[in-house]
Each structure stands twice: as structure tokens, then as C-alpha cells.
């Protein structure tokens, strides 16, 4: 999703939403996804100070991902609002810069998937099995080792 600042500072005159789809298939190579359906974008912008666009957006998709468990494939929906504020003046790092005019927002979006997916995912009905502590430590070759550096 790219935008020019201009076109968004005359567009707000007469609607101010945005309603977008991106396609992230492309970058599922960098993480451990298996797959992800097109993401669905909406929102609204506001100008702020003729040198700053804030982005009010409800991001939603579905996630394929490995259960941890059995790896079978667990479809997963990702859904969250989030506030993005472009600028001119970057000055913290709430804030992403406006290049040339321009507002490139897929990083920042892809982004902000990768921090609301779940870092481990269970399929319904996995079964795991609790190993008992004191029998895990007794067949470690290394647990005397570890202990005497502990009392150490």
C-alpha cells in the first residue's frame, strides 16, 4: 500500500477511509508460515499539521502455521487494530518517515503481523505428553555436570 502525501492531503476532502488488500505470499519464505491469505486493510486517516498522516487500521488475515506438536497445518486468524503515524520529521520510533512524498505502508504492516501472530500454535486436539521431571534428569548424560558447576 503506497500513497502520496498530496493526493491523501486532497483526498480527505471528500473521504477519509481506506479499504485495501495485500498479497504478503511473497515474504512467507522469512518465517515460519506456511501460508497466508490475502490481508484486508480498513481504516481511516487523519492529517495532522500538514506534515504528518495518522492511520487508524483494523488489519485482518489467516495465518497457515505448523502445530508444535503433531506439524500439521493450523489455520490461525490474525485480526487487530493498530495506529501508525507517518511524517516528514521522524523524531521517535512511533513514527515512520514519509520518502519522497511518498507512504509505503507494507513493511510497516507486515510488520505488525509478524508481532500479532502467535509464537506457538496447537492443533485441537494434540496430545502431549508431561515428562516427569526427575526421570528427565536422571537420563540427562549432563545433569552431574550441571549440578556440580551449581553448587560451585
Same mark, same amino acid.
Given at each position: 500500500?503506497?500513497?502520496?502525501?498530496?493526493?491523501?492531503?486532497?483526498?480527505?476532502?471528500?473521504?477519509?477511509?481506506?479499504?485495501?488488500?495485500?498479497?504478503?505470499?511473497?515474504?512467507? +519464505?522469512? /518465517?515460519?508460515? @506456511?501460508?497466508?491469505? #490475502?490481508?484486508?486493510?480498513?481504516?481511516? $486517516?487523519?492529517?495532522?499539521?500538514? !506534515? %504528518?498522516?495518522?492511520?487508524?487500521?483494523?488489519?485482518?488475515?489467516?495465518?497457515?502455521?505448523?502445530?508444535?506438536?503433531?506439524? +500439521?497445518? /493450523?489455520?490461525? @486468524?490474525?485480526?487487530? #487494530?493498530?495506529?501508525?503515524?507517518?511524517? $516528514?520529521?521522524?523524531?521517535?520510533? !512511533? %513514527?515512520?518517515?514519509?520518502?519522497?512524498?511518498?507512504?509505503?505502508?507494507?513493511?510497516?504492516?507486515?510488520?505488525?503481523?509478524?508481532?500479532?501472530?502467535?509464537?506457538?500454535?496447537?492443533?485441537?486436539?494434540?496430545?502431549?505428553?508431561?515428562?516427569?521431571?526427575?526421570?528427565?534428569?536422571?537420563?540427562?548424560?549432563?545433569?552431574?555436570?550441571?549440578?556440580?558447576?551449581?553448587?560451585?
Amino acid at each position: 500500500m503506497k500513497y502520496n502525501f498530496y493526493e491523501l492531503e486532497r483526498r480527505i476532502r471528500t473521504t477519509n477511509s481506506i479499504d485495501e488488500t495485500i498479497s504478503f505470499k511473497n515474504k512467507i +519464505d522469512d /518465517v515460519e508460515f @506456511l501460508d497466508i491469505e #490475502d490481508v484486508k486493510v480498513k481504516g481511516k $486517516f487523519n492529517m495532522i499539521e500538514r !506534515d %504528518s498522516v495518522n492511520f487508524s487500521l483494523n488489519i485482518s488475515t489467516v495465518i497457515t502455521s505448523p502445530c508444535v506438536i503433531t506439524l +500439521d497445518p /493450523v489455520k490461525v @486468524l490474525v485480526d487487530f #487494530d493498530t495506529d501508525l503515524l507517518y511524517t $516528514f520529521k521522524v523524531t521517535d520510533d !512511533d %513514527s515512520f518517515p514519509i520518502i519522497d512524498n511518498m507512504i509505503d505502508m507494507d513493511e510497516v504492516i507486515w510488520g505488525e503481523i509478524i508481532l500479532h501472530m502467535p509464537l506457538r500454535v496447537i492443533k485441537e486436539g494434540a496430545e502431549y505428553e508431561i515428562q516427569d521431571e526427575v526421570k528427565v534428569e536422571k537420563e540427562n548424560p549432563f545433569s552431574k555436570l550441571l549440578n556440580e558447576q551449581m553448587e560451585e
